[in-house]
């Protein structure tokens, strides 16, 4: 039986959360409610039926739909308070929310400086009773032309940097690799912000190793898809470049076709450093607990294995 609370009871961190992806079905209607906006379903179980996708856009279209549900500092601090406390219940101790940020600037028309602020505002009150520390990763959505992701990530540097602790990339995934959005990483980087990219989620290897090789990535979202080249294999190991894996986002989202065709265990078997996350929990109906029961099942971890993970997730905090 997989011993839940020895996995609790472990410190972990979770590294690849979306902030706009822990919005729950309760939350989601007091947004909608708040907003005077017609949610997309009317009651708690009818937002947790529509927490159901066919693939990856239909997914990304209901992501969205909940980015254009956090309008005012006070709705993005009361998902960060609210995320934090869920996770300090099962155990975790540090958080990265990743920040769809262009998407809030550019598709929504709003300024990065007051969603800065009220997340932190709601990570502040939270870690006030758990005691967690916490870090921001603002991301480009890379379906958004690169000049208007350059400029909206300019709000981004030159507000406030308090907690923002490196920026990322997620999104649709077609127009991603281009060199085009290297210059924000390079711009970063010169203000001392390391890069992570989502990569070999739905897509291969090549992904990755552009992620590592342009944009200078220093952790990878997902990363499953590096398994079909052992080079970059190589890479993630010899660079020691942790992959914040999602099996059940990766399940419901089918990047891969069953349980058994995930890579999960032969990462772990080459040696790559693996971290394991939710990505969007209440979406994939999902904790970072169940997370680590997969693990467990499809691994056949012990419990030195499962604190090798724990471990693992501390060690690659940014
Ligand atoms: N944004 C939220 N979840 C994501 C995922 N699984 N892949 C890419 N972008 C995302
Ligand atoms: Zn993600």
């Not at 009361?78 to 975790?92: C, D, K, N, S, W």
């Not at 923002?164 to 001392?192: H, K, N, Q």
């Not at 200078?216 to 080249?229: E, L, N, S, T």
């Not at 979406?283 to 693992?312: I, P």
């Amino acid at each position: 039986e997989f011993p839940r609370e020895f996995v609790r009871s472990l410190p972990k961190a979770e590294l690849h959360v979306h902030l706009e992806g822990t919005v729950d079905a309760p939350t989601l209607l007091a947004l909608a409610e708040r907003h005077g906006v017609e949610p997309p379903a009317s009651d708690e179980d009818g937002v947790r039926e529509w927490f159901t996708f066919d693939g990856f856009p239909m997914f990304l279209e209901r992501y969205f739909t909940i980015v254009g549900l956090l309008r005012d500092p006070d709705d993005f601090a009361l998902a960060a308070e609210r995320y934090l406390q869920t996770a300090h219940e099962q155990g975790v101790v540090h958080v990265e929310f990743h920040v769809s940020a262009t998407g809030h600037v550019l598709e929504n028309g709003k300024a990065w400086a007051p969603i800065h602020d009220g997340i932190v505002d709601g990570c502040r009150r939270a870690a006030a009773q758990t005691g967690q520390t916490w870090g921001l990763i603002p991301d480009i959505s890379p379906h958004l032309p690169a000049a208007d992701c350059a400029r909206a990530m300019d709000q981004v540097f030159s507000h406030d940097l308090s907690g923002v602790v490196a920026i990322g990339m997620g999104g649709p995934a077609d127009s991603w690799w281009t060199d085009d959005f290297t210059p924000i990483y390079e711009r970063a980087r010169s203000l001392g912000l390391p890069g992570v990219a989502h990569a070999g989620e739905h897509g291969g290897a090549d992904e990755v190793r552009f992620a590592i090789e342009q944009f200078g990535a220093v952790r990878i979202q997902h990363g499953i898809g590096a398994m079909q080249d052992p080079e970059v294999v190589d890479l993630l190991v010899e660079r020691g470049i942790a992959c914040d894996v999602c099996p059940g986002s990766n399940l419901a989202l089918h990047a891969v076709e069953s349980a058994e065709a995930h890579p999960l265990a032969r990462m772990l078997d080459a040696g790559v450093t693996v971290t394991l996350a939710t990505d969007d929990p209440p979406m994939f109906h999902t904790s970072l607990l169940d997370e680590y029961e997969r693990a467990w099942q499809w691994c056949e971890l012990d419990e030195d294995g499962l604190r090798r993970l724990a471990d693992n997730s501390l060690a690659a905090r940014l």
